[in-house]
Protein backbone atom coordinates (compact mmCIF):
# COMPACT_ATOMS: atom_id res chain seq x y z
CA UNK A 1 0.00 0.00 0.00
CA UNK A 2 1.44 3.48 -0.72
CA UNK A 3 0.42 5.75 1.67
CA UNK A 4 0.01 9.56 1.64
CA UNK A 5 0.33 10.00 5.78
CA UNK A 6 3.10 9.28 7.42
CA UNK A 7 1.34 9.04 10.41
CA UNK A 8 -2.41 7.62 11.07
CA UNK A 9 -4.15 8.49 14.25
CA UNK A 10 -7.06 5.99 15.52
CA UNK A 11 -8.62 8.26 17.66
CA UNK A 12 -12.24 8.60 19.49
CA UNK A 13 -13.05 8.13 23.47
CA UNK A 14 -11.79 5.26 25.16
CA UNK A 15 -13.76 1.78 25.00
CA UNK A 16 -14.30 2.80 20.55
CA UNK A 17 -11.50 0.26 19.95
CA UNK A 18 -8.90 2.19 18.79
CA UNK A 19 -5.68 0.08 19.99
CA UNK A 20 -7.11 -3.02 17.82
CA UNK A 21 -8.01 -1.14 15.10
CA UNK A 22 -4.29 0.56 14.52
CA UNK A 23 -2.47 -3.04 15.83
CA UNK A 24 -4.94 -4.48 12.82
CA UNK A 25 -3.62 -1.53 11.00
CA UNK A 26 -0.42 -2.21 10.98
CA UNK A 27 -0.31 -5.88 10.67
CA UNK A 28 -2.68 -5.63 7.15
CA UNK A 29 0.56 -3.12 6.17
CA UNK A 30 3.16 -4.95 7.42
CA UNK A 31 4.20 -1.62 9.57
CA UNK A 32 4.19 -0.28 13.14
CA UNK A 33 1.79 0.68 15.68
CA UNK A 34 1.62 2.66 18.96
CA UNK A 35 -0.56 2.82 21.65
CA UNK A 36 -0.91 6.63 23.40
CA UNK A 37 -2.07 4.73 26.42
CA UNK A 38 1.69 3.29 27.06
CA UNK A 39 3.01 6.84 27.11
CA UNK A 40 1.38 8.32 30.51
CA UNK A 41 3.50 9.12 33.06
CA UNK A 42 2.70 6.89 36.02
CA UNK A 43 0.68 10.14 37.82
CA UNK A 44 -1.67 10.61 34.65
CA UNK A 45 -2.84 6.39 34.75
CA UNK A 46 -3.09 6.56 38.56
CA UNK A 47 -5.33 9.61 38.21
CA UNK A 48 -7.42 7.72 35.83
CA UNK A 49 -7.84 4.58 37.63
CA UNK A 50 -8.63 6.76 40.60
CA UNK A 51 -11.92 7.40 38.37
CA UNK A 52 -10.86 10.95 38.08
CA UNK A 53 -10.59 12.50 34.37
CA UNK A 54 -6.88 14.50 33.40
CA UNK A 55 -7.23 17.78 32.71
CA UNK A 56 -5.05 19.69 29.69
CA UNK A 57 -1.57 20.54 31.81
CA UNK A 58 -1.71 16.75 32.44
CA UNK A 59 -2.13 15.74 28.51
CA UNK A 60 0.59 17.86 27.61
CA UNK A 61 3.35 15.75 28.46
CA UNK A 62 1.93 13.12 27.39
CA UNK A 63 1.59 13.96 23.79
CA UNK A 64 5.11 15.08 23.41
CA UNK A 65 6.18 12.53 24.23
CA UNK A 66 3.82 10.14 22.21
CA UNK A 67 5.44 12.53 19.61
CA UNK A 68 8.67 12.10 20.65
CA UNK A 69 8.23 8.26 20.01
CA UNK A 70 6.65 8.01 16.94
CA UNK A 71 9.06 10.13 15.17
CA UNK A 72 11.79 7.74 16.43
CA UNK A 73 9.69 5.05 15.19
CA UNK A 74 9.43 6.37 11.82
CA UNK A 75 13.00 7.17 11.81
CA UNK A 76 14.46 3.78 13.10
CA UNK A 77 12.09 2.10 10.65
CA UNK A 78 12.96 4.47 7.56
CA UNK A 79 16.93 3.86 8.45
CA UNK A 80 16.50 0.08 8.62
CA UNK A 81 14.43 -0.36 5.52
CA UNK A 82 16.77 2.10 3.52
CA UNK A 83 19.31 -0.49 1.89
CA UNK A 84 16.48 -2.99 1.33
CA UNK A 85 13.86 -0.54 -0.11
CA UNK A 86 12.96 -0.81 -3.86
CA UNK A 87 13.68 3.01 -5.75
CA UNK A 88 10.18 4.56 -4.73
CA UNK A 89 9.09 2.70 -2.26
CA UNK A 90 7.42 4.72 0.32
CA UNK A 91 7.63 4.08 4.04
CA UNK A 92 3.99 2.92 5.38
CA UNK A 93 2.86 5.30 8.18
CA UNK A 94 3.24 4.60 12.04
CA UNK A 95 -0.52 3.57 13.22
CA UNK A 96 -1.31 5.27 16.63
CA UNK A 97 -3.83 4.50 18.88
CA UNK A 98 -4.51 7.99 20.99
CA UNK A 99 -8.17 9.37 21.91
CA UNK A 100 -7.15 12.55 20.55
CA UNK A 101 -10.34 14.81 21.53
CA UNK A 102 -10.45 17.88 21.43
CA UNK A 103 -9.07 19.91 18.30
CA UNK A 104 -6.19 22.10 20.49
CA UNK A 105 -4.67 17.73 21.08
CA UNK A 106 -5.25 17.55 17.49
CA UNK A 107 -3.52 20.94 16.43
CA UNK A 108 -0.49 20.04 18.52
CA UNK A 109 -0.13 16.43 17.15
CA UNK A 110 -0.27 17.86 13.66
CA UNK A 111 1.91 20.79 14.74
CA UNK A 112 4.96 18.52 16.52
CA UNK A 113 4.07 15.04 13.11
CA UNK A 114 3.97 17.24 10.51
CA UNK A 115 1.08 17.67 7.82
CA UNK A 116 1.10 14.21 6.56
CA UNK A 117 -0.86 13.09 9.26
CA UNK A 118 -4.48 11.64 8.92
CA UNK A 119 -7.28 11.54 11.38
CA UNK A 120 -9.18 8.16 11.62
CA UNK A 121 -12.19 8.84 13.94
CA UNK A 122 -14.20 5.45 15.49
CA UNK A 123 -17.75 7.08 16.41
CA UNK A 124 -20.46 4.63 17.76
CA UNK A 125 -23.44 5.35 20.48
CA UNK A 126 -22.51 5.47 24.01
CA UNK A 127 -24.31 2.65 24.98
CA UNK A 128 -22.09 0.48 23.07
CA UNK A 129 -19.09 1.69 23.85
CA UNK A 130 -19.95 1.27 28.11
CA UNK A 131 -20.84 -2.23 27.02
CA UNK A 132 -17.17 -2.67 25.83
CA UNK A 133 -15.58 -0.99 28.45
CA UNK A 134 -17.41 -2.94 31.22
CA UNK A 135 -17.02 -6.35 29.63
CA UNK A 136 -13.10 -5.84 29.00
CA UNK A 137 -10.35 -6.82 31.68
CA UNK A 138 -7.08 -5.28 33.00
CA UNK A 139 -7.31 -1.86 31.32
CA UNK A 140 -7.15 1.62 33.38
CA UNK A 141 -9.25 3.63 32.06
CA UNK A 142 -13.28 3.11 34.06
CA UNK A 143 -16.14 3.15 32.24
CA UNK A 144 -17.24 5.72 34.96
CA UNK A 145 -15.07 8.10 32.80
CA UNK A 146 -16.99 7.65 29.66
CA UNK A 147 -19.35 10.60 29.83
CA UNK A 148 -16.43 12.63 30.48
CA UNK A 149 -14.27 11.93 27.57
CA UNK A 150 -17.90 12.00 25.10
CA UNK A 151 -17.81 15.40 26.93
CA UNK A 152 -14.53 17.01 26.07
CA UNK A 153 -14.59 15.25 22.42
CA UNK A 154 -14.73 18.10 19.92
CA UNK A 155 -16.32 17.16 16.28
CA UNK A 156 -13.32 17.17 13.86
CA UNK A 157 -13.48 20.01 11.71
CA UNK A 158 -14.07 19.55 7.55
CA UNK A 159 -10.22 21.44 7.44
CA UNK A 160 -9.75 18.30 9.42
CA UNK A 161 -10.15 15.74 6.73
CA UNK A 162 -11.15 13.12 8.72
CA UNK A 163 -11.98 9.53 7.92
CA UNK A 164 -15.22 8.79 10.11
CA UNK A 165 -15.64 5.47 10.87
CA UNK A 166 -19.08 3.25 12.39
CA UNK A 167 -17.76 1.25 15.33
CA UNK A 168 -20.87 -0.90 14.67
CA UNK A 169 -19.95 -2.50 11.66
CA UNK A 170 -16.83 -5.80 11.62
CA UNK A 171 -13.43 -5.27 12.78
CA UNK A 172 -12.45 -6.25 9.90
CA UNK A 173 -14.82 -4.04 7.33
CA UNK A 174 -13.39 -1.24 9.58
CA UNK A 175 -9.45 -1.88 9.01
CA UNK A 176 -10.46 -2.45 5.34
CA UNK A 177 -11.97 1.12 4.99
CA UNK A 178 -9.28 2.68 6.64
CA UNK A 179 -6.96 1.01 4.30
CA UNK A 180 -9.19 1.70 1.18
CA UNK A 181 -9.71 5.16 2.32
CA UNK A 182 -5.78 5.74 2.68
CA UNK A 183 -4.84 4.29 -0.89
CA UNK A 184 -7.51 6.68 -2.36
CA UNK A 185 -5.75 9.37 -0.72
CA UNK A 186 -2.63 7.93 -2.17
CA UNK A 187 -4.00 8.05 -5.25
CA UNK A 188 -5.87 11.47 -5.53
CA UNK A 189 -2.32 12.89 -4.18
CA UNK A 190 -0.65 11.59 -7.21
CA UNK A 191 -2.87 12.84 -9.79
CA UNK A 192 -3.10 16.06 -8.51
CA UNK A 193 0.63 16.05 -8.55
CA UNK A 194 0.77 14.75 -12.38
CA UNK A 195 -1.48 17.16 -13.72
CA UNK A 196 0.69 20.40 -12.51
CA UNK A 197 3.61 20.38 -15.15
CA UNK A 198 7.34 20.57 -13.25
CA UNK A 199 8.19 23.80 -14.25
CA UNK A 200 4.85 25.02 -12.31
CA UNK A 201 4.77 23.26 -9.10
CA UNK A 202 7.08 26.63 -7.32
CA UNK A 203 5.39 28.85 -9.22
CA UNK A 204 3.07 31.34 -7.10
CA UNK A 205 0.15 32.76 -7.29
CA UNK A 206 0.17 35.97 -8.96
CA UNK A 207 3.86 36.19 -10.43
Known amino acids: MNSVAKFVIVMGVSGSGKTETARRLATATHSAWLDADDHHPAENVEHMRRGLPLNDEMRWPWLDALCKVAIATR ?9 NARPGQPTPPIFIACSALKRRYRDFLRTHLGPQLVFVFLEGPRDLILDRMNNRAGHFMPSALLDSQLGDLEPLGPDEDPLTVSIIAPLDDIVWQVLDDLTAREAQQNRTENS ?7 TSKGG
Not at 196 to 202: A, F, L, M
Open 75 to 83: NEIAATAGN
Open 196 to 202: VPPGQKS
